[in-house]
């Protein structure tokens, strides 16, 4: 992954950032978030079915055939490894803004960090990564269109980024369908705006300290896509 005007492409985000009913105050694109320099990003999505073979079919037709039962179930995981670096971390709790902290931590106290946001729990909005994001170019819109100002031949480089996500484009989704997240496609422009990343839950964090990196620090996580019912419900009631 490049870096994005001294930003990374790929980002972790605290559940405060969402539960806070202030957008103004989270002006800059690192408040309440952590950038992970990515050497590999691996995306995984498993559906879930259960095939069935029709007993006899082979008999009658010549040819023998399977019934899939599909639940209209999936699970999405993302592997990402990289390197930690130093970052300006920027934290914002919400209410006086004397409270506002922003600090440079070395790599190995960001490490430090992430593993214990990954032992906390969602009641604790300052310390549970809820969102996952990815920053990815795109071409073609939510209709299946060019941007503007972009063709067939415009240089990836050149492309606007959007967040990666599992949404369908408007185009293909049935009317009768709830399949479609506003805004999803549109792109990233705004460094003070919201983002529509990933949501769910960091389920693995692994780091590795070797003398021969300094002061860079490997590390490895799975991030599932998950609904955070119970937890959005608290972080933006109470």
């Given at each position: 992954?490049?870096?994005?005007?001294?930003?990374?492409?790929?980002?972790?985000?605290?559940?405060?950032r969402?539960?806070?009913?202030?957008?103004?105050?989270?002006?800059?694109?690192?408040?309440?978030?952590?950038?992970?320099?990515?050497?590999?990003?691996?995306?995984?999505?498993?559906?879930?079915?259960?095939?069935?073979?029709?007993?006899?079919?082979?008999?009658?037709?010549?040819?023998?055939?399977?019934?899939?039962?599909?639940?209209?179930?999936?699970?999405?995981?993302?592997?990402?490894?990289?390197?930690?670096l130093?970052?300006?971390?920027?934290?914002?709790?919400?209410?006086?803004?004397?409270?506002?902290?922003?600090?440079?931590?070395?790599?190995?106290?960001?490490?430090?960090?992430?593993?214990?946001?990954?032992?906390?729990?969602?009641?604790?909005?300052?310390?549970?990564?809820?969102?996952?994001?990815?920053?990815?170019?795109?071409?073609?819109?939510?209709?299946?269109?060019?941007?503007?100002?972009?063709?067939?031949?415009?240089?990836?480089?050149?492309?606007?980024?959007i967040?990666?996500?599992?949404?369908?484009?408007?185009?293909?989704?049935p009317?009768?369908?709830?399949?479609?997240?506003?805004?999803?496609?549109?792109?990233?422009?705004?460094?003070?705006?919201?983002?529509?990343?990933?949501?769910?839950?960091?389920?693995?964090?692994?780091?590795?300290?070797?003398?021969?990196?300094?002061?860079?620090?490997?590390?490895?996580?799975?991030?599932?896509?998950?609904?955070?019912?119970?937890?959005?419900?608290?972080?933006?009631?109470?």
């Amino acid at each position: 992954m490049v870096d994005l005007a001294g930003k990374h492409f790929v980002m972790l985000e605290l559940s405060r950032r969402a539960a806070e009913k202030s957008p103004s105050e989270l002006n800059t694109i690192e408040t309440n978030r952590i950038s992970l320099l990515c050497e590999q990003v691996s995306i995984s999505t498993s559906k879930t079915a259960f095939p069935m073979d029709i007993p006899f079919s082979g008999l009658i037709a010549g040819e023998s055939s399977t019934m899939v039962m599909d639940l209209g179930a999936a699970r999405k995981d993302i592997n990402i490894t990289g390197k930690i670096l130093d970052q300006t971390i920027t934290k914002y709790k919400g209410g006086d803004e004397s409270n506002d902290k922003q600090v440079h931590m070395t790599s190995y106290e960001i490490a430090q960090m992430l593993h214990s946001y990954v032992d906390s729990s969602f009641l604790h909005e300052d310390q549970n990564l809820s969102k996952l994001i990815i920053l990815m170019p795109s071409r073609v819109d939510d209709n299946f269109e060019y941007r503007s100002g972009v063709n067939a031949n415009t240089p990836i480089e050149d492309l606007p980024l959007i967040p990666f996500h599992f949404a369908n484009r408007k185009y293909d989704v049935p009317s009768w369908s709830y399949g479609h997240t506003k805004n999803t496609f549109d792109p990233f422009t705004d460094t003070t705006a919201e983002i529509e990343g990933i949501r769910g839950m960091v389920s693995t964090f692994s780091c590795d300290f070797a003398g021969a990196e300094i002061p860079l620090v490997s590390f490895s996580l799975t991030f599932i896509q998950s609904a955070t019912v119970v937890s959005d419900f608290i972080n933006t009631t109470f």
